[in-house]
């Protein structure tokens, strides 16, 4: 006899008994397998990141950056064009956080992996804009970048273990 884990209601509906390794005890006596959702916790991790990242930016944005372009006395289109920008990164990290939190009680992972690979990819070439533009705009503010980029770079990393953490499972 199969030690019982918990009995859902879902199970006492349908006279299941649900055991510790996901097979449900029919009271009847049959055995049936039913698919357990477990949750990825790495993308849970990153999802929260980058809701959290989402949030940093916006505020980063609004009480400092945006305030000192409208002093400098910049053109207004310039500075209309920076603040959408500014959004529109905003509102990617945000998207991110999201999908990587629907993405983390998926059932399937296989269907999830080319997301994470293509958010880690833009993340990626992300960084390589924001360090390359600093360096031929200012080579020696680079070193102000050093937060940001190992933000991005742990994000990605948590995004990266996942996969292999599933591979050495399956060896």
């Known amino acids: 006899m199969t030690r019982v884990l918990h009995q859902s209601k879902f199970a006492q509906k349908y006279g299941l008994i649900m055991n510790k390794i996901g097979y449900a005890l029919k009271t009847s006596g049959q055995i049936r397998r039913f698919k357990m959702r477990k949750t990825n916790y790495y993308y849970l991790v990153a999802g929260f990141l980058a809701i959290l990242f989402s949030v940093t930016h ?3 944005g609004q009480h400092t950056v945006i305030p000192i372009l409208f002093s400098n006395g910049l053109d207004i289109n310039t500075v209309t064009t920076f603040r959408y920008i500014w959004h529109i990164i905003t509102a990617e990290n945000f ?3 999201i999908a990587f939190i629907f993405m983390a009680f998926y059932k399937e992972m296989k269907s999830v992996k080319f997301t994470a690979w293509l958010i880690c990819s833009i993340l990626v070439i992300r960084l390589f804009v924001i360090v390359g533009t600093t360096l031929t705009m200012s080579g020696e503010r ?3 970048l050093m937060i940001d980029i190992v933000a991005i770079l742990i994000y990605v990393i948590i995004i990266l273990l996942d996969s292999r953490a599933k591979k050495q499972s399956n060896t």
């Open 58 to 60: 916006e505020l980063n």
């Open 142 to 144: 680079v070193s102000e």
């Open 95 to 97: 998207i991110f956080g």
